[in-house]
Nanobody, 121 residues
Framework: QVQLVESGGGSVQAGGSLKLYCAASGETTSRYCMGWFRQTPGKEREGVAAIDRTGSATYRYSVEGRFTISKDNAKNTLYLQMNSLKPEDTAMYYC???????????????WGQGTQVTVSS
């Protein structure tokens, strides 16, 4: 099975950018559909972006045009480039992987521990 470790979170002012990384080990990411999710206290975890094995991407409506998901199978790494960040993007961000094309639903089999993103106004 695959293990996932996120990094790249931090604090940034509104309008700034951050790039998140999800390093996978145990298996090659080429086998997996992967996604980024986020969660704030008291709210359900929500899908932000997902990418399937062909490289086709899906985005949450509120981040489309600002966030870009990508995957480098040679480096076994998933990325999330986040531009024009807003305070409402503040959350713990998680990456996830599954052999099936789960999309933005929460049914992924494998999850990382998360990395915090804080956007101040």
């Amino acid at each position: 099975q695959v293990q996932l470790v996120e990094s790249g979170g931090g604090s940034v002012q509104a309008g700034g950018s951050l790039k998140l990384y999800c390093a996978a080990s145990g298996e090659t990411t080429s086998r997996y559909c992967m996604g980024w999710f986020r969660q704030t206290p008291g709210k359900e975890r929500e899908g932000v972006a997902a990418i399937d094995r062909t490289g086709s991407a899906t985005y949450r409506y509120s981040v489309e045009g600002r966030f870009t998901i990508s995957k480098d199978n040679a480096k076994n790494t998933l990325y999330l480039q986040m531009n024009s960040l807003k305070p409402e993007d503040t959350a713990m961000y998680y990456c996830a992987a599954d052999l099936l094309p789960i999309g933005l639903s929460r049914g992924y089999a494998y999850w990382g521990q998360g990395t915090q993103v804080t956007v101040s106004s």
